[in-house]
């Protein structure tokens, strides 16, 4: 419970998937939290959920897409709470129609290369941009930005999503670097494919079959496994981490290529 204690723990994407995993596991720690999410009817309902068991939560509505939008959240959580420990920036444009447009850069029609760095580059730096004051006024803060393990490799497809997931880690690292000294850390969390309630229900099983043959664990990631990790990046037991990527991706980007074709022949499958 005193892991995260009366820190002030801002979500983003806080509705669904991750964030709500993280929201809770929080909440279980005694963090008060400020729930963000571009549908506000979730995210009001996981506040309700979370008060009536006695976690000081709110609701705010956020389109990462405009400035004010994130303007206003930052603004929210000050005038209610005074101040912001953390700040997870977690969500993301994650819709089918998104994850179909953004193939590769040939093909690519630049409205989703546009947009998609618009909601998951400049969003989250907005969100940074108008925290960070508040931080270093009040002597510092723990900034945990979610990426993508995508975004250590080259891929086929998801040219857009892996290139705008690597410029958070770079202004991640910038932050670290420009105001580590003020107290302000900042690091990221790089999950792999993790089996949200939409990942099952949208991702087509021939795509999970591929990974999951690349994945060195015995199974795939819950959200659950994430927001263990971006729990500890909020505590002062990481105050040591900063400007660090936190891979959590089951050794899916561990290994060299074809680590399925492989297996049978050391594995005696």
Not at 182 to 204: D, K
Request: aromatic residues 6%; proline residues 3%; charged residues 15%.
């Amino acid at each position: 419970m005193s892991q995260l204690k009366d820190k002030v723990i801002v979500i983003t994407g806080a509705a669904g998937g991750i964030g709500n995993s993280a929201a809770q596991l929080m909440a279980s720690r005694g963090a008060k939290l400020v729930l963000a999410d571009v549908v506000l009817e979730p995210a009001q309902g996981l506040a309700a959920e979370l008060a009536a068991a006695g976690v000081q939560a709110i609701a705010v509505e956020l389109d990462l897409a405009f400035e004010e939008s994130c303007k206003n959240l930052i603004d929210t959580a000050i005038s209610h709470f005074g101040r912001i420990d953390v700040l997870c920036n977690n969500a993301a444009d994650l819709r089918m129609e998104m994850a179909i447009a953004d193939t590769d850069v040939e093909r690519m029609e630049t409205w989703v290369w546009d947009r998609t760095f618009q909601v998951n580059t400049r969003g989250p730096f907005l969100t940074c941009h108008y925290a960070l004051p508040h931080m270093v006024k009040q002597g510092g803060g723990s900034i945990v930005n979610t990426t993508s393990n995508l975004m250590l490799q080259g891929q086929v497809i998801q040219a857009a999503y892996s290139s705008s997931k690597s410029a958070v880690l770079q202004m991640t690292r910038a932050i670290a670097a420009s105001h580590g000294r003020r107290g302000v850390r900042a690091n990221t969390v790089s999950p792999g494919l993790t089996m949200t309630n939409a990942a099952r229900a949208h991702m087509p099983r021939e795509l999970v079959d591929i990974v999951t043959s690349e994945t060195l664990t015995p199974f795939m990631a819950d959200p659950i496994d994430i927001a263990y990790l971006m729990a500890f990046l909020a505590s002062d037991e990481s105050r040591n981490i900063t400007g660090q990527n936190l891979v959590s991706d089951g050794g899916t980007s561990s290994h060299v290529p074809g680590f399925a074709h492989f297996r049978p022949f050391f594995q005696g499958e």
